[in-house]
C-alpha cells in the first residue's frame, strides 16, 4: 500500500519538474579528488594519504577516503560499479603503467596486450568487466575489455586506434576512435564483436565518454571545425545538447534519466586564463553548476563536472584563484513546492484509501 501511495505521490512531484535544479555543496579534504560515483552514493578517485603517497581511494557509508594500495607506486580509481567494485591504474616500480581491479581483497593487475607495457581502465561494470586502453606491440593504444581474467582488444581489425570509456551492466561499451581506413577519430559503440560509428553533429571528429543503463551514449563532438558540443547518443540518433557558448566543451558523465555534465567555456573566456564551467544538461537545458550550486559567493569555482547518479549527486573538480583544487560533493535540494505537493500527495492518497473501496483504488 505504501508503496502504491508513494509512486503517486512521486508522480505529483514529477509534475513540477522543469525549474532549474539547486544544490548543496560539501568540499572534500585538498590534494583529494574523486571522479566517479554510484547509485548508493559511493565514490571512488584518488587521495594523498598519511605515507606520503597517492593512491586510489574509495568512500563509502563507513566513511573515507580508504587506500586501497597500488600495484608499485602511484595509482588512481577511475571508476566504481553499482555493487562497489573499483577499476583505475597504477604506475608499477618499473614505470609501466598497469589497469587494476578491485574487489575488497587489494588491486589485481590487469595485465597488458601481448608486446605492449601499459594498459589503463577507465571504467567498470558490476560483473566485473574492466574497460579502458592498451597499447600493443607496435605501440597504437587499443579499445580493450578485461574479463575472466583476460584482457582483449575489442575491435582487432576494425580500429586503428582507441579507447573504451565506459560500459553498462548489459555490457554495452562506449568509447571512440580512429577506424581503419578514416581520417578521425569518431564516437563508438561496441556491442560483442559489433562496432558501431556514431557519427558526429557535422564536425571532423567525436568521443564517446559514458553510457548508462538503457544504451544511451553520452561525449562530445565538434560541430564545425573549431567549436564542440555536448551530444546524447539514443535510438540510433546523436542529438546535439549544445554548451555554454564558448568553443571548448566536454562530457564526463550521464546518469539514467538522460542528465549529463561536463565543462563548457563561454564565448568571451580567453584561453590559459579563464577556468572552464561545470554544467549539468538537465530537461533540454546546459545549466553552469556555478550558477546553482553554493560556492561560497564565487570564492570556489565549479570547472568540471566529473561523475553524476540518478539521485542527482554530482562529483564537481572546484579551484580557487589562489591555486586551492579539490572535488566538491554537490546534492540536489528539492524544491519546497516540490515538498509542498509531495506531502500533499500523500496525505490526500492516505485519506482517500479509506474513503475509497480496496477494489476500486486498485483495479
Same mark, same amino acid.
Given at each position: 500500500?505504501?508503496?502504491?501511495?508513494?509512486?503517486?505521490?512521486?508522480?505529483?512531484?514529477?509534475?513540477?519538474?522543469?525549474?532549474?535544479?539547486?544544490?548543496?555543496?560539501?568540499?572534500? $579534504?585538498?590534494? =583529494?579528488?574523486?571522479?566517479? @560515483?554510484?547509485?548508493?552514493? &559511493?565514490?571512488?578517485?584518488?587521495?594523498?594519504?598519511?605515507?606520503?603517497?597517492?593512491?586510489?581511494?574509495?568512500?563509502?557509508?563507513?566513511?573515507? $577516503?580508504?587506500?586501497?594500495?597500488?600495484?608499485?607506486?602511484?595509482? =588512481?580509481?577511475?571508476?566504481?560499479?553499482?555493487?562497489?567494485?573499483?577499476?583505475?591504474?597504477?604506475?608499477?616500480?618499473?614505470?609501466?603503467? &598497469?589497469?587494476?581491479?578491485?574487489?575488497?581483497?587489494?588491486?589485481?593487475?590487469?595485465?597488458?596486450?601481448?608486446?605492449?607495457?601499459?594498459?589503463?581502465?577507465?571504467?567498470?561494470?558490476?560483473?566485473?568487466?574492466?574497460?579502458?586502453?592498451?597499447?600493443?606491440?607496435?605501440?597504437?593504444?587499443?579499445?580493450?575489455?578485461?574479463?575472466?581474467?583476460?584482457?582483449?582488444?575489442?575491435?582487432?581489425?576494425?580500429?586503428?586506434?582507441?579507447?573504451?570509456?565506459? @560500459?553498462?551492466?548489459?555490457?554495452?561499451?562506449?568509447?571512440?576512435?580512429?577506424?581503419?581506413?578514416?581520417?578521425?577519430? &569518431?564516437?563508438?559503440?561496441?556491442?560483442?564483436?559489433?562496432?558501431?560509428?556514431?557519427?558526429?553533429?557535422?564536425? $571532423?571528429?567525436?568521443?564517446?565518454?559514458?553510457?548508462?543503463?538503457?544504451?544511451?551514449?553520452?561525449?562530445?563532438?565538434?560541430?564545425?571545425?573549431?567549436?564542440? &558540443?555536448?551530444?546524447?547518443?539514443?535510438?540510433?540518433?546523436?542529438?546535439? @545538447?549544445?554548451?555554454?557558448?564558448?568553443?571548448?566543451?566536454?562530457?564526463?558523465?550521464?546518469?539514467?534519466?538522460?542528465?549529463?555534465?561536463?565543462?563548457?567555456?563561454?564565448?568571451?573566456?580567453?584561453?590559459?586564463?579563464?577556468?572552464?564551467?561545470?554544467?549539468?544538461?538537465?530537461?533540454?537545458?546546459?545549466?553552469?553548476?556555478? =550558477?546553482?550550486?553554493?560556492?561560497?559567493?564565487?570564492?570556489? @569555482?565549479? =570547472?568540471?563536472?566529473?561523475?553524476?547518479?540518478?539521485?542527482?549527486?554530482?562529483?564537481?573538480?572546484?579551484?580557487?584563484?589562489?591555486?586551492?583544487?579539490?572535488?566538491?560533493?554537490?546534492?540536489?535540494?528539492?524544491?519546497?513546492?516540490?515538498?509542498?505537493?509531495?506531502?500533499?500527495?500523500?496525505?490526500?492518497?492516505?485519506?482517500?484509501?479509506?474513503?475509497?473501496?480496496?477494489?476500486?483504488?486498485?483495479?
Amino acid at each position: 500500500m505504501f508503496v502504491r501511495l508513494l509512486l503517486c505521490a512521486l508522480f505529483l512531484l514529477a509534475s513540477v519538474a522543469g525549474a532549474a535544479p539547486t544544490f548543496s555543496t560539501t568540499f572534500l $579534504p585538498t590534494n =583529494t579528488f574523486a571522479y566517479s @560515483i554510484n547509485q548508493s552514493g &559511493h565514490f571512488a578517485g584518488e587521495s594523498d594519504f598519511p605515507s606520503g603517497v597517492r593512491h586510489a581511494a574509495l568512500w563509502n557509508r563507513q566513511g573515507g $577516503p580508504f587506500d586501497l594500495g597500488s600495484l608499485g607506486e602511484f595509482s =588512481t580509481a577511475q571508476a566504481i560499479s553499482n555493487n562497489g567494485l573499483v577499476a583505475g591504474y597504477s604506475v608499477l616500480a618499473d614505470g609501466f603503467t &598497469h589497469g587494476f581491479l578491485y574487489s575488497g581483497a587489494g588491486l589485481r593487475d590487469i595485465g597488458t596486450l601481448a608486446g605492449g607495457g601499459n594498459s589503463f581502465a577507465y571504467g567498470v561494470n558490476s560483473a566485473g568487466t574492466v574497460v579502458g586502453e592498451a597499447d600493443d606491440a607496435s605501440g597504437e593504444f587499443r579499445p580493450v575489455a578485461f574479463s575472466n581474467g583476460v584482457l582483449r582488444d575489442l575491435s582487432p581489425g576494425g580500429v586503428a586506434f582507441g579507447q573504451a570509456r565506459a @560500459i553498462n551492466d548489459a555490457g554495452l561499451i562506449a568509447g571512440g576512435g580512429r577506424l581503419v581506413g578514416a581520417d578521425y577519430a &569518431h564516437a563508438l559503440l561496441f556491442d560483442g564483436d559489433t562496432v558501431r560509428d556514431l557519427g558526429t553533429l557535422g564536425g $571532423p571528429a567525436s568521443f564517446g565518454f559514458a553510457i548508462n543503463d538503457l544504451g544511451q551514449v553520452a561525449g562530445t563532438s565538434f560541430i564545425n571545425d573549431d567549436i564542440e &558540443h555536448m551530444f546524447l547518443y539514443s535510438e540510433g540518433v546523436m542529438q546535439d @545538447i549544445g554548451s555554454l557558448g564558448g568553443p571548448s566543451t566536454g562530457t564526463r558523465a550521464l546518469n539514467n534519466l538522460g542528465n549529463v555534465v561536463g565543462y563548457s567555456t563561454y564565448p568571451d573566456d580567453q584561453p590559459g586564463v579563464s577556468f572552464s564551467k561545470a554544467t549539468l544538461y538537465q530537461d533540454g537545458v546546459v545549466y553552469d553548476l556555478n =550558477t546553482l550550486a553554493d560556492t561560497d559567493n564565487g570564492f570556489w @569555482i565549479l =570547472t568540471d563536472a566529473v561523475a553524476i547518479n540518478d539521485a542527482q549527486q554530482i562529483l564537481v573538480n572546484a579551484c580557487t584563484e589562489f591555486g586551492d583544487c579539490r572535488t566538491a560533493l554537490l546534492t540536489a535540494v528539492p524544491e519546497p513546492g516540490s515538498l509542498v505537493l509531495l506531502l500533499a500527495g500523500l496525505l490526500a492518497l492516505g485519506a482517500g484509501r479509506w474513503a475509497v473501496p480496496r477494489s476500486v483504488l486498485f483495479r
